[in-house]
């Protein structure tokens, strides 16, 4: 048979080396790593990082950190009510009358007249006067000077004697009126039916009352100037 022209394989190519080196590792080189970008990732998410840190510290103090805090600190101003009518003019023209006021809180002065009653207790001079808020609030100031401190306590006695105390009220029965540092006289509150009370005072000689709404009453006797 004639022979085959298939040639045996001699199996995969392999480089000769040089005598010696066959148990020689070939080195490898290092690849120099990319620094370039992943630095600059870095420092993007940390500034990220340090803006978000600083906005919700900013958004969280605002609500209960010591913004509020300083907030709560700041004395809020309540406006004090004025009239918005004119009043009267008071037909009296001494020097006690022209010591009251003709407005007090948002209450005006309507009228003035002299009052009998008060007169016929003793009282040198003497006055029933209506103030109003120009609609449908009103209370009632009297008003009476008698001749010695004495003499006024002992109308004021008689004006409030056997009087009952207004269970609303913030004020109690009765007590001292302080001018400065010094005792001029005393308060009595008491309740004058249907809904109002009626508080009356000593100054020295004056004697002074107010009838008209509870917390009205309280709040003008606060504000009333004599």
Request: overall charge negative; aromatic content about 6%.
């Amino acid at each position: 048979m004639p022979p085959s022209s298939t040639r045996p394989s001699r199996g995969p190519l392999r480089t000769r080396r040089p005598p010696g080196t066959e148990s020689s590792p070939v080195p490898v080189v290092p690849t120099p790593a990319r620094r370039g970008r992943p630095m600059l990732l870095l420092l993007v998410i940390a500034v990220v990082a340090v803006a978000a840190a600083v906005g919700g510290w900013l958004v969280f103090s605002g609500r209960d950190g010591p913004a509020d805090a300083d907030a709560d600190t700041v004395p809020r101003v309540v406006e004090r009510p004025t009239p918005t009518i004119r009043p009267v003019d008071r037909p009296a023209t001494t020097e006690f009358a022209a010591r009251l006021p003709d407005e007090v809180l948002q209450y005006a002065l309507a009228s003035s007249t002299p009052s009998e009653d008060w007169m016929g207790a003793g009282a040198l001079q003497a006055y029933d006067e209506e103030f109003t808020d120009g609609g449908s609030a009103t209370f009632v100031l009297r008003a009476g000077q008698w001749s010695t401190p004495e003499a006024a306590e002992e109308a004021l006695t008689q004006f409030t004697d056997g009087a009952m105390r207004p269970k609303d009220a913030t004020m109690p029965a009765s007590g001292p009126v302080t001018v400065g540092s010094s005792d001029v006289g005393r308060y009595v509150i008491a309740d004058a039916g249907e809904g109002r009370a009626m508080l009356t005072w000593s100054n020295t000689t004056a004697v002074l009352q107010l009838i008209g709404p509870l917390a009205e009453v309280e709040a003008i006797y606060r504000e009333f100037p004599v």
